[in-house]
């Protein structure tokens, strides 16, 4: 009969044994990825224990060290799925220390590139980079290039996430030209596709799309589908951030439709919620509604609960959209809750300035000043300049509701100061067109629309419809302000023209109200209906009854020969609705 401690060691190498077929099965992809999810829960306390008494051990018993360094490492994949990301972190650096006890150095680099892909998951960006360095200089001893090559795209995905879109494209350079040295085509394939993400965020949309459209083909020549089915929801997220919603819908449809064949739950869940994201801005809230609860569905039922957080989070946006504060704030809390359980600190701060949104949309100014000072205060901890840009111009934009509009000024400069560091031409846009509203609200009409002027151009360049289509807008009431009408009924016209060409529905709407209150204030009355009641039936569609209201007031007033103009325009403002990435 073995002794207890030969049970335990048998015990736990069986569980490893378990968690790496189970990783492996999970690596196969498709129809294999459920089966292998079920495996892993099912043994996971099992897997757990075995974990726990070969890290007491390991100091004592070579067979013991040898397992702890391995567990971290065979099961991977699976454990950043379903353990948290302190606990995923615990295992690691036992491993490492067991591996350099051991001097195995190839386990070191796997542990030290596995701790750094923890700590950028938890937010925690310089640690992550420390690490990938360290386990790049192992790498480059060692001579193993397909390695070197991960831990380069895995540096670029830190500085990634702090916003330095620049230098994360250098080291995805790197790691390309190393990959396509040894022919590693599977290799080439992620890095072509972490480069599209990067120059999403520097608005070079031809760019970015060259390389998903490279990245699709490699998938497609080595089979993997699942690589595709990601790099179709990456062109997706191109369309969307242009306002080309129509061929955004298309591409997350494809994306949806393959991830679907395989069998894949995680990435259904995401592409589930991306289509939720473009029925959305589309302003088709009960669309986008009713696919993020599909999404948040999928991602409860595969246990993934970052995924789960993001789709919270983003019912929290539509319900906010339709008029819903209270549900609002009930999923974006739970969304906040979530990420802070799970350590995401990143998604944490998402979720806490939408909630200063919320705050800013009940007239409670200093709450919501409140909320954005704490998302920055995790914005800067994780540095994370893309986000404090966000919250930094949220503050400017409460502070201008709020009538402070010096403080409103200094924080718009602010923001717009960091995305101009960061290339974040979206970003750009919108504290440019923040800015512009301030100036024409204190009748600075002229600055006001030289600053629309260079928005407009920003959202020309970069090929993003919906932005120029609410400057256009912008740039209208401006002409207004100045009886400049003859131009404001071209910028108006324009707007609505380009509008339709976006899907952008809401927009619209505000363009059509625009023209007729332009057409109710030069007494031209039966235009100013005409326009007026397409302008109201679509409010009405999209479920926006308090902007409906507003237009039945205007027309209303019509036969008031004195009537006062109400501009109803967008103002753009800056809410997080996350497109999630598949890889």
């Given amino acids: 009969m073995p002794s207890k401690r030969e049970a335990s060691r048998r015990h736990a190498q069986h569980y490893l044994d ?23 829960d099912d043994n996971w306390g099992q897997i757990q224990r ?18 702890c360094s391995l567990f971290p490492v065979v099961g991977a994949d699976l454990l950043v799925l379903r353990q948290d990301i302190n606990g995923r972190i615990r ?52 001579g193993d290039k397909r390695g070197e090559s991960a831990q380069l795209g895995n540096l670029g995905t830190a500085y990634e996430s702090m916003g330095q879109y620049q230098r994360a494209a250098e080291y995805y350079q790197r790691a390309l030209v190393i990959a396509r ?47 595709e089915s990601n790099r179709f929801g990456n062109l997706g997220s191109i369309y969307l951030a242009i306002g080309n919603y129509e061929q955004a819908l298309e591409n997350y449809q494809q994306a949806l439709e393959v991830a ?18 473009v029925y959305s801005e589309m302003g088709q809230y009960e669309h986008a509604i009713e696919y993020y609860k599909r999404a948040l569905k999928v991602s409860r039922e595969i246990g993934h609960r970052r995924i789960e957080g993001k789709h919270l989070g983003n019912l929290g ?29 990143q998604n944490e701060s998402n979720w806490l300035g939408n909630l200063g949104v919320i705050a800013d949309d ?32 949220n503050i400017g934009e409460t502070y201008f509701k709020a009538g402070q509009h010096s403080k409103a000024i200094e924080y718009h400069q602010k923001a717009l100061a960091i995305n101009r560091e960061i290339g974040n031409r979206y970003g750009e846009i919108c504290d440019l067109g923040n800015l512009g509203l301030v100036y024409a609200h204190l009748g600075q009409d002229h600055k006001a629309s030289s600053i629309f002027v260079d928005a407009l151009g920003i959202s020309r360049e970069i090929g993003n419809k919906s932005g120029e289509a609410t400057t256009l807008n912008n740039l209208g009431i401006v ?6 009408y003859r131009q404001a009924t071209d910028y108006f016209e324009n707007a609505i023209q380009v509008s339709i060409e976006a899907g952008d529905n809401l927009t619209h709407a505000y363009a059509l109200a625009n023209l007729g209150n332009l057409y109710h204030e030069t007494t031209n009355y039966r235009q100013a209906i005409e326009y007026y009641q397409q302008a109201f039936a679509i409010f009405m569609s999209l479920g926006r009854t308090d902007l409906a209201d507003q237009i039945s007031q205007s027309m209303a007033e019509v036969n008031v020969t004195q009537s006062k103009r109400a501009n109803r325009f967008r103002v753009l403002r800056w809410i997080s609705k996350l497109g999630l990435d598949g890889e």
């Fill in 362 to 393: 009940l007239g409670e100014y200093q709450l919501a000043i409140d909320y954005y000072q704490m998302a920055l205060t995790i914005a800067d901890q994780i540095g994370d300049k893309r986000n404090r840009g966000a919250w930094l111009g």
């Fill in 91 to 142: 295992w690691l650096k036992a491993a490492l220390s067991v591996a350099r006890q051991l001097g195995q150095r190839k386990t070191e680099s796997s542990c030290l590139g596995n701790l750094g892909v923890a700590y950028n998951d938890q937010g925690q960006n310089e640690a992550a980079i420390d690490y990938h360095k360290q386990a790049l200089e192992i790498l480059q001893t060692l």
């Fill in 50 to 67: 075995g974990q726990s008494w070969v890290a007491a051990y390991a100091e004592e018993d070579e067979n013991a060290a040898m397992m």
């Fill in 479 to 484: 002409c207004c302000n100045l009886r400049q």
């Fill in 181 to 227: 040295e040894i022919g590693d085509k599977r290799g080439q394939g992620i890095c072509l596709n972490n480069l599209g993400n990067v120059y999403v965020h520097l608005g070079e949309y031809s760019n970015a799309m060259e390389h998903f459209q490279e990245a699709i083909i490699l998938a497609r020549e080595i089979g993997d589908r699942r690589g």
């Fill in 317 to 345: 946006i539509a319900y906010r959209d339709v008029g819903e504060l209270g549900n609002a704030m009930e999923y974006l809390r739970q969304a906040r809750d979530l990420s802070h359980q799970t350590g995401d600190k």
């Fill in 260 to 277: 679907q064949q395989i069998g894949d739950q995680i990435q259904r869940s995401i592409f589930l919620g991306n289509l939720g994201a």
């Fill in 18 to 40: 378990v968690l790496r077929a189970a990783n492996d099965y999970y690596e196969q992809g498709g129809i294999n990825i459920q089966a292998s999810l079920s495996q892993f």
